[in-house]
């Protein structure tokens, strides 16, 4: 369906056609996206944006603010002062009249950047586009960069995880895609401690609301759950570009952990030591395993097994790499080596005295040829 089509009949292009015409459009001639992250309301992201549209106009650029919600923090909207602002668009909703941002005076006013808060918010009804996310799309395919601010929670990836953790559904998600093809993500990180001070002195809520959120979302466990996922998500975003850049060089820069899945007993034990190691030092899991004609060749109950864990793996946030045919150490070396592994885990297989003597142990294999990889032999369950 063309865009005179769509309206003629009313009809919005749905969030994954817009997806696509971004990925399509993508070029020189679009606006770069720069994004503040941050674990939870009050970390400072859209204190740290303002400041940045007044670094920029400061040096002479052309800055507007599209959308600022100071959520009544007075030094927030003080730095509003100052900024040129592009009147909202008011709308009437089931009898209340709402605020939202006008994208098309934002296009015409065509400015150098501008600056857009709640990357993730759900216009009202009756908007051209359903998400902000969208209104945003539109803004930089006319060529004018965007800044702008979100919460980890609302990825779409990571939504379920962070309804589960702190018992709040999320119900605004934003794409994983419009994160990882921002052209610049900054994390605003704060201390669950430090955020839970800013809430007591009235510098995040209403004193009418701030003790319910201490009591409920904000807590330390909710707070130092979303200050890891966030992190994370970060440190993925990194290794990607690195990714990009040359696989050789990643792992003087950041670790990977690597884990073989062989459906042996020890290898879902294995899988949650490595996405264990991988949490707590904010690094990417690759799971090895065998080619198909290895798996195909496997007993019925090993190879169920093996694709058992390949789902808990997946669920972990392990990403599937399949290796070589031929022998098994050689190939996981080089996918190891390939791939900028730093960390290695597999499963220890138990191997009879007579099997010892006539064949080299796998692990022995490995060391030998990964001297620079450290490796971790997991028993079996």
């Not at 001639?29 to 992201?45: D, E, F, S």
């Not at 605020?99 to 296009?107: K, L, R």
């Not at 150490?329 to 592994?341: C, F, P, Y």
């Amino acid at each position: 369906m063309t865009d005179t089509e769509r309206d003629a009949l009313d009809v919005r292009p749905s969030p994954d056609e817009l997806l696509e015409r971004y990925r399509s459009e993508a070029g020189a001639a679009r606006g770069r996206l720069r994004l503040y992250l941050g674990m939870a309301p009050g970390v400072g992201k859209t204190y740290r944006m303002l400041e940045e549209g007044h670094r920029r106009a400061g040096r002479g650029t052309d800055v507007v603010v599209g959308f600022v919600e100071g959520h009544g923090r007075p030094l927030t909207t003080a730095l509003v002062e100052g900024l040129e602002v592009v009147p909202r668009r008011t709308l009437t909703h089931r009898g209340v009249v709402v605020e939202e941002m006008d994208t098309d005076a934002v296009i015409a006013r065509r400015p150098t950047v501008a600056l857009v808060d709640e990357l993730a918010h759900t216009n009202v009804p009756g908007s051209a586009r359903e998400k902000r996310w969208e209104d945003v799309q539109a803004i930089l395919d006319a060529g004018i960069h965007v800044v702008s601010t979100m919460n980890v929670q609302h990825l779409a990836s990571l939504s379920d995880a962070v309804a589960t953790i702190t018992g709040a559904p999320v119900h605004e998600r934003l794409p994983d895609d419009v994160l990882l093809r921002a052209e610049e993500i900054e994390l605003v990180d704060m201390s669950p401690h430090a955020l839970r001070q800013r809430m007591r002195h009235g510098n995040v809520y209403p004193p009418d609301r701030t003790q319910i959120a201490l009591e409920r979302f904000f807590t330390e466990a909710n707070l130092t759950a979303l200050r890891e996922l966030s992190l994370r998500a970060v440190a993925q975003r990194v290794e990607g570009q690195l990714e990009d850049v040359n696989h050789a060089n990643l792992s003087l820069v950041c670790d990977r952990v690597m884990v073989l899945v062989d459906g042996s007993r020890g290898s879902g034990r294995a899988v949650r030591r490595a996405a264990s190691l991988a949490g707590a030092i904010h690094a990417g899991v690759v799971a090895l395993v065998p080619p198909p004609e290895s798996v195909d060749a496997m007993p019925f109950d090993r190879a169920r097994d093996l694709r058992e864990v390949l789902d808990v793996a997946v669920e972990l946030g392990a990403r599937i790499n399949q290796l070589g045919a031929g022998d098994i150490a050689e190939s996981v070396g080089a996918a190891v080596r390939e791939l900028g592994g730093t960390h290695l885990f597999v499963p220890q297989a138990s191997v009879g005295r007579l099997e010892g003597l006539l064949r080299r142990p796998l692990a022995d294999r490995l060391a030998a040829s990964l001297p620079d990889v450290d490796l971790h032999l997991v028993g079996g369950e």
